[in-house]
């Protein structure tokens, strides 16, 4: 477990939900990825993300689907690539990346609390 952190701490990470709008394999990634496009609504957008997926997901199965992602982090180039949000996941037993959303439809932008 990590170090305890006040509340505030967490409110500075925004987190939010989106839509995956367009998914392709990203072949010039060290580790095996797929580019994701996810729209946040309108407040902000569509945006970026390069995600270490690949065990679980393929492209073609993640448009339509909601990520939950953390928005306010900096940009950060992976290769020919910049990754604009860190979309978020939990280990499988093996340490593969499953994806974590929302189980029934939420409006595109929603904040996690």
């Known amino acids: 477990m990590a170090e305890t952190i006040a509340f505030d701490d967490f409110m500075r990470v925004d987190i939010r939900v989106g839509t ?3 998914a392709e394999p990203f072949p010039e990634a060290r580790k095996p990825a797929i580019k994701l496009t ?7 957008g569509r945006k970026r993300s390069s995600a270490q997926i690949t065990v679980h997901y393929a492209p073609e199965t993640l448009v339509g689907r909601q990520v939950a992602a953390v928005v306010n982090f900096p940009p950060r180039q992976i290769g020919p690539f910049m990754s604009e949000v860190l979309t978020l996941g939990f280990p499988d037993a093996d340490g593969a990346v499953v994806l974590i959303g929302p189980d029934h439809s939420v409006p595109d932008g929603g904040r996690l609390f």
């Open 38 to 44: 996810i729209d946040f609504g309108p407040e902000i």
């Open 20 to 22: 995956v709008v367009a």
